[in-house]
């Protein structure tokens, strides 16, 4: 029982001291950025394909994982890196390489390692469309980075990526898509077909802080599955010393999983961002 409640136990201590730190911060000024840049760095991290150069450090850990009620963390590290490309076109790089221990969720094992990375590349236009529209398409890869057979699918993969999205004021609000399938890899693991929808909605609040709800929905057309976890998180943009970062917390709770599948979680985040200057 005292093995079980241990994660649980730590989360809440993190918890704490997250937001203690960033209310000691906020209250004091002296980690805050003069607000107006703060709220328009605040809109830019709403916007998956703005010209902003930030590098995230997203830790999710789910909860009631597995036949024995195990728990997995992934903390996902995803640079994204604007390249301009002419007058008229961006090219956003998005990187995401999950990091994952888990603990009976596999045969009552625990599995560390690298999972497979994702790359998405969005080509989108400088300027807005007539009705306020702001949206990018390109490919999505997969890469079989996976160090643990229980931690990836040991299969290469691409297909399309598309994301479309409209700021009005205080709000950001939109929807980016995905589909993979496996194009090579180890024969005798499973062949990949997925799709990745996530709507979203952000709400600035002034002050630099953001409030934000997505679905991140999956669908594996191979097990013909959903998994649906409703994030729902804040945050707040600050300066840690001299570096500008955007630091959240939130929860989540799965409408949808596969058996076995993880029941609620919760979701901590520090990103650092690098504006052009």
Same mark, same amino acid.
């Given at each position: ?19 203690h730190?960033?209310?000691a911060?906020v ?7 003069? $607000? ?6 605040a809109?830019e ?10 590098v ?12 024995t009620?195990?728990?997995?963390? $992934?903390?996902? %590290? ?18 995401i390489?999950p ?5 009976? %969720?596999?045969?009552?094992?625990s599995d ?8 998405e590349?969005?080509?989108s ?9 702001i ?15 229980a931690?990836?699918g040991e ?7 598309a ?9 950001t609000?939109?929807?980016l898509?995905?589909h ?5 890899g180890?024969?005798?693991r499973?062949?990949?077909s997925s ?6 909605y ?9 409030? $934000?709800?997505n679905?991140?929905? $999956?669908?594996?057309?191979k ?6 976890? %409703? ?7 600050l300066?840690l ?20 599948g ?13 504006p052009e200057?």
């Amino acid at each position: 029982m005292v093995r079980a409640q241990a994660p649980r136990i730590l989360v809440l201590a993190a918890l704490v001291l997250v937001v203690h730190n960033v209310h000691a911060q906020v209250s004091s000024g002296s980690g805050a950025p003069a $607000t107006h840049d703060a709220d328009a760095l605040a809109k830019e991290l709403s916007n998956p394909v703005s010209t902003l150069i930030s590098v995230p450090f997203q830790e999710n850990l789910d909860f009631a994982v597995g036949q024995t009620d195990g728990w997995r963390s $992934t903390l996902n %590290v995803q640079p994204v890196y604007p390249v301009s490309l002419d007058s008229t076109w961006n090219m956003i790089n998005r990187v995401i390489l999950p990091i994952t221990y888990q603990d009976n %969720v596999v045969d009552s094992q625990s599995d560390f390692g690298l999972g497979d990375t994702t790359v998405e590349i969005f080509f989108s236009p400088k300027a807005k469309t007539s009705g306020g529209l702001i949206w990018g398409v390109g490919p999505a890869l997969l890469l079989p980075t996976a160090t643990k057979d229980a931690l990836g699918g040991e299969k290469w993969g691409a297909g399309p990526t598309a994301l479309v999205l409209k700021q009005e004021g205080l709000l950001t609000y939109g929807l980016l898509v995905n589909h993979i399938w496996s194009l090579a890899g180890t024969g005798t693991r499973n062949e990949i077909s997925s799709t990745f929808i996530q709507p979203f909605y952000a709400y600035g609040a002034g002050h630099g802080r953001t409030f $934000t709800v997505n679905l991140e929905s $999956t669908y594996d057309w191979k097990a013909d599955q959903w998994t649906i976890p %409703v994030n729902i998180v804040a945050s707040q943009v600050l300066k840690l010393g001299s570096q500008l970062a955007s630091v959240g917390i939130g929860g989540r709770y799965y409408v949808e999983a596969p058996a076995n599948g993880p029941e609620w979680g919760i979701r901590l985040f520090v990103t650092l961002m690098f504006p052009e200057h």
